[in-house]
């Protein structure tokens, strides 16, 4: 077997165990008395971030290898919040406010712009936000917008010298994301991800997807 | 807007996987939006034997349902066999990226696809865009579900006009109905102008279908394989590019074609019968008896399951094991397998047990195993007697059978008392005389031992075996005559038997016509005709 249809076939089982992990910790969440979950939570929250993290890798692995994530009509909105919905658990100190109006209508690969979002949340949690706010603009193509409150990025970030953010995370989230929007790309325009910093403190990262 | 909770008060859900956790927490979920009527299925057969007896408005399906059919299977049953309504909802859960599952055809598409894990605000968003379209466009999807074709053109284009937001699910149901009138320049139309805003890959197929069938087959192949580039499981091209080169007279590429849109998605049992049926055109056996196999596996609890399938599977994989009964060990058993399962399952077809047994034989004549296959002939036999009106091609089927195992005698026996068609006077110049002939007079020789030990109505069945054949001989004939005349010359011999033993000899003397005086067989003749005048006149008097 070639090593990398290996490695595939690993992450893939890592993915599928992870998600079972998942399922049984909520159900033992749902059955154990309130007072004993602060026991639990963290483990349901790094296994929540390792099946990220393998969610991240397979997408990596299969945009490299197959280049088949269909594309269709979608709604930001809804996938904003299924994007909420899913880190929900997993950081249930931060604030979410989607602000996407729930008319915009996109042509995308819903399951890719989901990994996208769920990434940047995940970064802002390590960046140490309280409050997250997701927001869209339709012109020419889609913006995605998203504010946080943490600590924003390092300057060499900003700088294009390093493409992580180093907080314990696997260091491939932007890498993820920006691969996400190239693969969205037209044949004219190509997809985009823009990092700042926002004069009130806290990142802002733009999500840009021309028309396809 | 209206509030992004759609309520499935008043409609009918079925909700299908196999997990029972996964099960309960949809239904859950539904519960909370407001279901009240959900059935539950645990895989693809409970799942199509529910919507075959009910009608459901909303079908939530995981994709994969272990062991047996998946969910587009179901899906494509249901739309199949017209048991879901035009506006009917299915919604595909997936415990992958939607991109890991093998697309339907074009019309068995589900309406939407849901990642794994799903949450319910997810899945409440996801129903309510759904059935937002719906209503948007309700009097489209009423006309297709009257199959009011031409209404639903005119209605689709004018909610184009009105809505272009809803180009994309109104190109889906139009673009087809245009292909299914054969108006494929205007569909060529509609899937382009939506192609002027999105590279969909759904509707740049229904293009290449168009360039085909318009006689473009060169631009459809290409344009095929720029889909397939961007999008390589995308299965349906594959069978689409293996029609076009069978239409354009390329058969082998057409079979490689299809092959690997089988191997990609090996659980579509139309597409692996397509694939039979050109394997068998070809004759490569091996593909089509893995192709035939399938077909019987996977549609053995649907509505794609006959009988058909069973045998062109036997047929195929008996080209192989003919020509290595070894090698193919495993694969016998498995047609003699499918075949009893024929049996089993068409019980009150005398027609196709027919057929099971007769193949039944030559499987088992291929395996070498002679006493199974004439067993199996036997059986073929027996049941055919018993059928009050075989058809022509069961007669066909079964003299066939008879000459391939050397029974030249029953065979032609059949074959005479069918109407002539061709087929049958082909077979009839297949039957060898000499072996009749010899039948005819080994009968002829049981009788005469039998006439020599007295056993007189014993020799006259044996007589009259042996002439029942056109070429028996004066001499038999003599002895059929000479049988009756002795029974009837008894002391002890009933009146009316006497009767009607003259009168069938008739016929006989008839057949023989007139005999010289210089053959050797006059004497012999002449003595007969004497005691039969006798006879009559002893009757007469």
Redesign the interface.
């Known amino acids: 077997m070639k090593f990398e249809y290996m490695v595939g076939a690993v992450i893939h089982d890592l993915k ?1 165990q992870l ?1 079972t992990l ?2 049984c910790e909520q ?1 033992a969440l749902s059955h154990i008395p309130e007072q004993y979950h602060d026991l639990l939570k963290p483990i349901l929250q790094n296994t929540n971030r390792l099946q990220n993290d393998t969610m991240q890798m397979m ?1 990596l692995f ?1 945009m490299e290898k ?8 979608a ?1 930001p ?2 996938t904003a ?2 994007a909420i ?2 880190t929900q658990l997993q950081f249930p100190n931060i604030r979410f406010v989607n602000d996407i109006p ?2 915009i ?1 996109a ?1 995308y690969s819903e ?1 890719l712009i ?1 990994l996208a979002l769920v990434t940047l949340i995940t970064n802002s949690a390590q960046a140490g936000a309280t409050r997250i706010r997701l927001s869209a603009v339709q012109d020419n193509g889609l913006t995605i917008r998203l504010e946080d409150n943490g600590h924003g990025f390092d300057q060499s970030v900003l700088n294009g010298e390093q493409i992580t953010t180093k907080n314990g995370g696997s260091g491939l989230g932007l890498y993820l994301i920006r691969q996400i929007a190239e693969h969205h790309s037209s044949s004219d325009t190509a997809g985009k991800v823009r990092c700042s910093n926002l004069p009130k403190g806290g990142a802002e990262v733009c999500l840009f997807l021309p ?2 | 807007m209206p509030p992004s909770k759609p309520s499935l008060d008043n409609l009918r859900l079925l909700v299908i996987d196999d997990m029972v956790e996964a099960r309960s927490s949809i239904k859950r979920m539904a519960t909370e939006l407001g279901a009240k009527r959900i059935d539950t299925a645990m895989d693809g057969d409970q799942a199509t034997e529910l919507i075959r007896n009910n009608d459901y408005d909303l079908i939530l399906s995981d994709y994969n349902l272990g062991k047996g059919r998946d969910g587009q299977q179901v899906l494509e049953e249901a739309r199949y066999s017209g048991r879901l309504r035009y506006d009917s909802v299915f919604v595909m859960i997936t415990g992958e990226n939607a991109a890991d599952m093998v697309m339907g055809a074009l019309e068995y598409e589900p309406d939407a696809y849901l990642t794994k894990p799903i949450t319910m605000g997810m899945l409440g968003q996801r129903l309510w865009r759904i059935f937002e379209i719906r209503r948007q466009l309700s009097p489209l999807y009423q006309a297709m579900n009257r199959r009011q074709q031409d209404k639903a053109i005119e209605l689709a284009n004018s909610l184009l006009l009105e809505m272009p937001r809803m180009l994309g699910p109104i190109t889906r149901i139009l673009g087809p109905l245009y292909m299914h009138k054969e108006e494929y320049n205007n569909a060529i139309r509609v899937y382009s102008s939506l192609l002027n805003e999105h590279k969909v890959s759904w509707a740049r197929l229904g293009q290449a279908i168009c360039l085909h069938h318009l006689g473009d087959s060169l631009s459809a192949i290409a344009l095929l394989k720029d889909i397939l580039r961007s999008h390589p499981r995308y299965v349906q091209c594959y069978d689409w590019m293996a029609r076009i080169y069978l239409s354009m007279g390329d058969a082998d590429y057409a079979l490689q074609l299809l092959q690997k849109a089988a191997s990609i998605s090996p659980k579509a049992v139309l597409r692996q019968s397509e694939l039979g049926q050109l394997a068998d055109r070809q004759q490569n056996w091996e593909v089509a008896a893995n192709a035939w196999e399938q077909v019987v596996r996977l549609g053995r609890h649907s509505c794609y399951k006959n009988a058909e399938s069973y045998f062109r599977f036997a047929d195929a994989a008996n080209q192989l094991i003919e020509s290595d009964r070894v090698t193919y060990k495993r694969l016998s058993d498995k047609v003699a397998r499918a075949l009893n399962e024929v049996l089993n399952d068409f019980s009150q077809q005398p027609a196709i047990q027919l057929r099971s047994w007769l193949a039944q034989g030559r499987l088992f004549k291929s395996c070498a195993q002679p006493d199974k296959a004439r067993h199996a002939l036997l059986m073929a036999e027996q049941l055919y007697h018993k059928m009050e009106h075989p058809a022509a091609g069961d007669t066909i089927a079964l003299s066939a059978a008879l000459v391939q195992s050397g029974n030249h005698v029953k065979a032609k026996e059949l074959l005479q008392a069918m109407e002539a068609i061709d087929e049958r006077d082909q077979l009839m110049q297949e039957l060898d005389e000499a072996v009749i002939r010899q039948h005819s007079d080994e009968t002829n020789a049981r009788g005469v031992s039998l006439y020599e030990a007295g056993d007189l109505f014993a020799a006259m069945r044996a007589f009259d075996d042996a002439i029942s054949h056109q070429e028996a001989g004066i001499s038999v004939l003599l002895n059929a005559i000479q049988v009756r005349v002795s029974i009837a010359q008894g002391k002890q011999c009933d009146p009316q038997l006497r009767q009607s033993l003259i009168v069938q000899c008739r016929p006989l003397f008839q057949r023989i016509g007139a005999i010289a005086s210089t053959d050797e067989r006059y004497d012999r003749y002449h003595r007969l005709r004497a005691s039969f005048t006798r006879l009559l006149q002893e009757a007469a008097q």
């Not at chain 1, 197959?66 to 009509?73: L, V």
């Open positions: 599928n998600q998942l399922a159900e997408t299969r197959e280049r088949d994530f269909p594309m269709d009509d709604w909105h809804d919040l299924d919905e899913s729930e008319e209508q042509f399951d989901h028309v396809l």
